[in-house]
């Protein structure tokens, strides 16, 4: 992503939506659809043809048409969403029916029953663009990656986006301690550790706790620290589909569950300390990330050994610059009085972090997006 980042939307509607309408009189037909719309959490609206009511099918979030009724549904209003849906796999005439009724897909199960399943669980969700997803990570032990991944995700909360915290170090200690929230109600990752199929993102914001305008997603205080890459998979994928902004705070090693949330950020953040063996360290972190993740970008953070600055640091990570992280004064004492990092809307780091948000909004910014910090901002 040259000058943009990809992904971020305005948040997806609240609650849920009515669910798809369905348009067949084929008794096997219907009821696996209808078992479809069960394991994908929808309630259907079901007719023979058309819906008589005025602005019915334009409505309806999305419109599965049976191959016995496509025939009824010519000359509907053309809009986006309608998916024809039959089991002849050598049907020839299939694909003159799909056009007659402007279907998007032409759907044969029992092949096509994972996807739809997404594709119905999707529409009654309300997803519209995925969530900007960034994720954090340190070039070396105590960079403070964890401290900077909170206060992106205090500030993009603060600033009215719908905003998600997960934790994805395991050994880190918990990123709800940071939070001020260790002993707020709600799931922690042990509770999803299990998870294999699709998790609704609506379900899954509501279970965790709310700390500072945003949900998050921590580690508990026994002793499991294991999450299977199929868990990681499942949870990402349903706080993204929820919009608004994912900050992700990454561990220093790399596995399957690594790689898997890696896969799904649209940038990286490698926080790199100014100094010749956190250089070192960085550099194989970035080769390793970058095997997976595409974009992947540097925060510089001082002091910097004699001779080095921001610059340097990037340049010889052939990394872009995204800034210095700003040293801020009594960070620690303000977490230990409940306040979190990025929670003093005008200390450095919150204008750091804000700043980093306003570029994220402009999508036609020049070049790969640099910055430089200037007594805490970002410019």
Not at 247 to 268: N, T, Y
Not at 278 to 304: F, H, K, N, T
Request: hydrophobic share 40%; with cysteine; proline share 7%.
């Amino acid at each position: 992503m040259a000058g943009s980042f990809a992904g971020e939307g305005p948040p997806s509607a609240e609650g849920r939506h009515d669910g798809p309408l369905v348009l067949t009189e084929d008794p096997d037909l219907l009821d696996d659809l209808l078992r479809l719309c069960a394991a994908a959490g929808a309630v259907p609206e079901v007719h023979h043809g058309p819906p008589g009511e005025r602005g019915g099918w334009e409505r309806a979030p999305m419109i599965l048409v049976g191959d016995d009724a496509a025939r009824g549904c010519r000359g509907v209003p053309r809009r986006p969403g309608v998916m024809l849906v039959g089991r002849d796999q050598d049907d020839p005439d299939v694909w003159r029916r799909a056009v007659e009724i402007g279907a998007e897909y032409v759907l044969r199960l029992p092949d096509s029953e994972g996807w739809l399943v997404d594709q119905i669980a999707n529409a009654v969700e309300g997803v519209g663009r995925s969530a900007l997803t960034v994720g954090v990570m340190g070039g070396r032990g105590g960079s403070g990656a964890s401290t900077l991944a909170c206060a992106l995700a205090v500030t993009a909360a603060r600033s009215g986006r719908r905003t998600m915290l997960i934790d994805g170090d395991p050994l880190g200690g918990g990123i709800d301690v940071l939070l001020g929230g260790e002993e707020s109600e709600g799931l922690r990752w042990p509770d999803f550790a299990r998870s294999k199929g699709r998790l609704g993102g609506g379900a899954l914001e509501e279970s965790l706790p709310a700390l500072h305008g945003l949900r998050v997603l921590s580690w508990g205080r026994d002793d499991e620290v294991i999450v299977p890459p199929q868990a990681m998979r499942s949870v990402l994928a349903a706080a993204r589909r929820l919009g608004g902004v994912v900050v992700v705070d990454l561990p220093r090693r790399f596995d399957e569950s690594v790689a898997e949330a890696l896969a799904q950020l649209d940038v990286g953040l490698l926080v790199v300390p100014g100094e010749l063996r956190a250089v070192a360290a960085a550099r194989r972190m970035a080769a390793v990330s970058q095997m997976v993740l595409e974009d992947l970008r540097v925060i510089a953070r001082g002091p910097y050994t004699a001779g080095l600055d921001e610059h340097w640091v990037a340049q010889t990570l052939g990394l872009p610059l995204v800034g210095d992280l700003p040293m801020e004064p009594g960070l620690s004492s303000a977490q230990d009085s409940g306040e979190p990092p990025g929670g003093n809307a005008r200390g450095a780091l919150a204008r750091f972090c804000t700043a980093f948000w306003d570029l994220a909004d402009a999508p036609g910014r020049p070049d790969a997006v640099t910055a430089r910090s200037h007594g805490g901002g970002v410019s």
